[in-house]
């Protein structure tokens, strides 16, 4: 179903009783009674988990599976699959300047990015109330898949042409990717750009921004949303660059106190964030879930233009019992 984003996210900022927009996807393995691996594997059951959730929660949007993996075995990266666990990228690509250069820019339907944007189009269809949100990786931390994660770190220093020349095909990939996500009838993505959080505003000024504005620029549009994620503890002192992107919206992990990022969004621009993924969703109990889901509320409840989420992707072998706990929480504060 096709929507006007911009409607979407200016509602939420007016609603009095706002609805919550967690990253949640992989918990719905184990209401299907599979395995992450199994889940992956299959556009059909990616739909699925996502109509599940859909059905089971009031989520804000239908939010597809968070795996950062992907776009990288598109490029020929070597991934590590295993049965619980999300796939992770193995080693580095690219060795040198000349395998920059020669990296091609692969099809957007090559390898499990076809059942990804299959995945969309199936659950646009069966999930007419809310958006559909696609999840990808952004340039910088593609990039850094691709060299290795701490190689590309240096390589800014010492060979900084060489990391332009793969983010340029990262970049023209991820935004064929996003147009394949738009045309399949997803109101947006969520853009993972995790890793440039560790760099300096200057570096984050020449390395991601650029690259990430590139994307906002070429697909979002009225009925299109780019949402910007990053859960680094440094995103506070990058805010202004992040802001530059153009995002229609921006996602922050709990390694900052969401109270200190407020401040600095714009009061027309929707932030969402952030308790903890890992130590309450899924290693905590509903108890303290609730309490963390309240800290954070009544810190933040106060401006108009925040959403609460989660602070990053919610791991598939989170507690539905902490799922449902963080809703109530929502539920409750919102209807006191």
């Given at each position: 179903m096709k929507r006007n984003m911009k409607e979407w996210l200016l509602n939420m900022?007016?609603?009095?009783?706002k609805k919550a927009m967690p990253i949640l996807s992989f918990p719905a393995a184990s209401l299907l009674g599979l395995s992450v691996d199994e889940l992956i594997q299959s556009a059909d059951n990616q739909a699925k988990a996502m109509e599940l959730v859909a059905n089971r929660t009031d989520a804000a949007a239908a939010v597809s599976l968070m795996d950062l993996s992907v776009e990288a075995e598109c490029f020929g990266a070597t991934v590590r699959f295993s049965k619980d666990e999300v796939p992770a990228v193995m080693g580095k690509?690219?060795?040198?300047?000349e395998a920059a250069e020669a990296l091609a820019v692969p099809d957007v339907h090559s390898g499990r990015a076809g059942l990804c944007i299959e995945a969309i189009r199936k659950a646009s269809k069966t999930i007419p109330d809310r958006p559909v949100l696609a999840g990808v990786i952004g340039p910088y931390s593609l990039a850094g898949r691709l060299l290795d994660v701490t190689e590309i770190m240096l390589d800014c220093f010492d060979e900084p042409e060489k990391v332009h020349t793969v983010l340029v095909k990262c970049t023209e990939f991820l935004v064929q990717y996003c147009q394949a996500f738009k045309?399949?009838?997803a109101g947006g993505v969520i853009?993972?750009?995790p890793l440039a959080g560790l760099l300096s505003p200057d570096m984050i000024e020449e390395f991601s921004e650029p690259y990430v504005r590139d994307i906002v620029e070429k697909v979002q549009d009225e009925h299109f949303c780019i949402i910007y994620h990053n859960c680094g503890g440094g995103v506070i002192r990058l805010i202004d660059s992040i802001l530059r992107t153009g995002a229609a919206a921006y996602h922050f992990g709990n390694a900052i106190d969401m109270a200190e990022m407020m401040p600095h969004?714009?009061?027309?621009?929707?932030?969402m964030g952030n308790v903890d993924a890992a130590g309450e969703f899924c290693q905590g109990t509903p108890e303290s879930i609730r309490k963390a889901t309240l800290s954070v509320l009544e810190a933040c409840g106060r401006y108009p233009n925040f959403?609460?989420?989660?602070?990053?992707d919610i791991p598939a072998a989170s507690p539905w019992e902490n799922i449902d706990a963080f809703f109530g929480a929502v539920g409750d504060f919102y209807n006191d």
């Open positions: 900022t007016l609603a009095s009783k690509l690219i060795e040198d300047s045309e399949a009838g853009i993972a750009e969004i714009p009061e027309d621009t929707v932030a959403v609460i989420s989660s602070g990053c």
